[in-house]
C-alpha cells in the first residue's frame, strides 16, 4: 500500500502496544506499517536508552530507515572536507517510516498525515531532513532550494494559523520558530547566528514572495550571511549556510565582520560579509 493513499493515521501513547500480531496485521493494515514502527520507537523510549536521549536532544539518529544522520558525520571536524560540508545547506529526503519511529522514541502520540511532508532539522549536525510518503522522492536526491522552499512554505501555512505569530513577523520581531535563529526576550549576547531555513520560514510568516537572500537569488543557496534586528528585542541574528556557526551557541557574530543593521526587522537590509 502506498504511503500518500493513507489519511491521517494517530494513536494515543497511552494506548497499549498490539500483541500477538501477524505480519500482515503489522505491515500491510490500514495505517500501512507506521504503528508498527512507533510502537518500536515507543519501546526505546520505556527503556530510556540512549537513542531515546539523543531524540530528545533533537537529533535524527540512525533508526533503520531512510531519515537518520549517521553517527560518524561530526560537524566539528578539523578534516578540511568535514569544513566544507559544514559550509553548505545540507539536506535529504526521509521516509515516513522514520518519523513514526521517531515520534514513538520521542515518547509522543504517533499523528502523521502522509499527504503532508515534514521537515526535521538535526541539532547535531544542522541536516534538514524532509519527511515525505513519496517513496520516489527519498531514493532521489533534495537541493538546498527545494529544502527552504518547503520551510518557506511552512512559512505560510503558519501564517494562516497563527494571524497573531505573522504580525509579529510583519512588524520585524524574530519569534521563536522550527529553525535556529528566533530572537525571543533573550538577554546578552544580543548576536546570535541563525540558520537560512529560518529566514526562509520566516519570509513566508511575513506574506513575503520567496525572494532569497539578495532578492535576486531564487534558489536562497548565497553564501553571504544575511543579519536582520529583532525589533522586539534587539537581539541580531546573522543567517548563515554554515551549520557549525548556528549549532555552536557559545559562537557569537564579530560585530566588525557582521555589523548591526541601521533599520529593525526590514529584510532588505542585508548585512554582507566584508
Partial sequence: MSLLALQRVTRKFTEPNREETTYDEHWKSDDGGLITCW????KYYLRKSGLAIRAMDGELPSLGWKGGISEVVNIYSTHKDAVKKYKELNCK????????????LLGGDLDITPSRETPLMCTRTGWLVVFTGDSKKYNSQLSAGNALGICHKIGRELRDLNSQLASRAEKGELPELNWPGGAGT??????QFGSLYYLAQWQGLRGEPWHG??????????????????????????F?????????????PDI???PTPRKVGIPENYILKK
Avoid: F, H, W
Fill in 256 to 258: 566588525e565582520t557582521y
Fill in 39 to 42: 510502537e518500536i520507537g515507543r
Fill in 186 to 191: 533573550l538577554s546578552p549576547p544580543s548576536r
Fill in 213 to 238: 537572500i539578495t532578492g535576486s537569488n531564487k534558489n536562497m543557496t548565497t553564501t553571504r550571511p544575511v543579519g536582520i534586528k529583532c525589533a522586539a528585542s534587539g537581539m541580531v541574528s546573522v
Fill in 93 to 104: 529526503y526521509g521516509t515516513l517510516y522514520y518519523l513514526a519511529k521517531l515520534q514513538g
Fill in 240 to 252: 548563515t549556510k554554515d551549520a557549525r556557526k548556528y549549532l555552536n551557541k557559545d559562537e557569537i
